[in-house]
T-cell receptor, first 117, second 116 residues
Framework: GAVVSQHPSRVICKSGTSVKIECRSL??????MFWYRQFPKQSLMLMAT?????????EQGVEKDKFLINHASLTLSTLTVTSAHPEDSSFYIC?????????????FGPGTRLTVL | LAKTTQPISMDSYEGQEVNITCSHN???????ITWYQQFPSQGPRFIIQ???TKVTNEVASLFIPADRKSSTLSLPRVSLSDTAVYYC?????????????????FGKGTKLSVKP
């Protein structure tokens, strides 16, 4: 299957700082990328959807000014957690898909563990 | 938006066949059924996807009855390394990516524990 990478795999930061997470599709062009958040022992929660070259669409309850998403190219999307606080500590996972057609699946990155002190 | 229901957990032993059933009574005509596997602290891994009848690949089979209101993921001869959470997603991947499509929404999944 298609390969999606994330960087960094884990990050620890102080409260109030901003953290950027990169998501790359390595062997295909991703017209759409998705960002999820997963708390311990819970399922994945979709945060936002981003299409290359356009603004991201955020799920209800997700602050767009706090979680900045940029999908500048067909292989790269970034999620910036601004002014991070301990409650933002979570496992952030991105996924990507190439074609907007029925049945086309999404492939996930390995995730980024964010810990805010 | 097709909602899915799966058993919370299942236990099995090495070498056995495991069948995990997912109910999706409100599945729409254009919806596909996709299964993912997730290990702790890793992103979900695509297992299999189908629309109707039976689909088989190198790791699993997916059985979908004619009414498509449920589907069953079949894992042949499981090993300890198959211990993971398995998610069933249902939705249409085409068109608007507004984020409310079923195939982007994860349910609670089924935690499979394989014992020696």
């Amino acid at each position: 299957g298609a390969v999606v990478s994330q960087h960094p795999s884990r990050v620890i930061c102080k409260s109030g700082t901003s953290v950027k997470i990169e998501c790359r599709s390595l062997d295909f062009q991703a017209t759409t990328m998705f960002w999820y958040r997963q708390f311990p022992k819970q399922s994945l929660m979709l945060m936002a959807t981003s299409n290359e070259g356009s603004k991201a669409t955020y799920e209800q309850g997700v602050e767009k000014d706090k979680f900045l998403i940029n999908h500048a190219s067909l292989t790269l999307s970034t999620l910036t957690v601004t002014s991070a606080h301990p409650e933002d500590s979570s496992f952030y996972i991105c996924s990507a898909r190439s074609r907007p057609i029925a049945g086309d699946t999404q492939y996930f990155g390995p995730g980024t563990r964010l810990t805010v002190l | 938006l097709a909602k899915t229901t799966q058993p919370i957990s299942m236990d099995s032993y090495e070498g056995q066949e495991v069948n995990i059933t997912c109910s999706h009574n409100n599945i729409a005509t254009n919806d596909y059924i996709t299964w993912y596997q997730q290990f702790p602290s890793q992103g979900p891994r695509f297992i299999i996807q189908g629309y109707k009848t039976k689909v088989t690949n190198e790791v699993a089979s997916l059985f979908i009855p004619a009414d498509r209101k449920s589907s069953t993921l079949s894992l042949p001869r499981v090993s300890l390394s198959d211990t993971a959470v398995y998610y069933c997603l249902v939705g249409d991947m085409s068109g608007n990516y507004g984020g409310s499509q079923g195939n982007l929404i994860f349910g609670k999944g089924t935690k499979l524990s394989v014992k020696p």
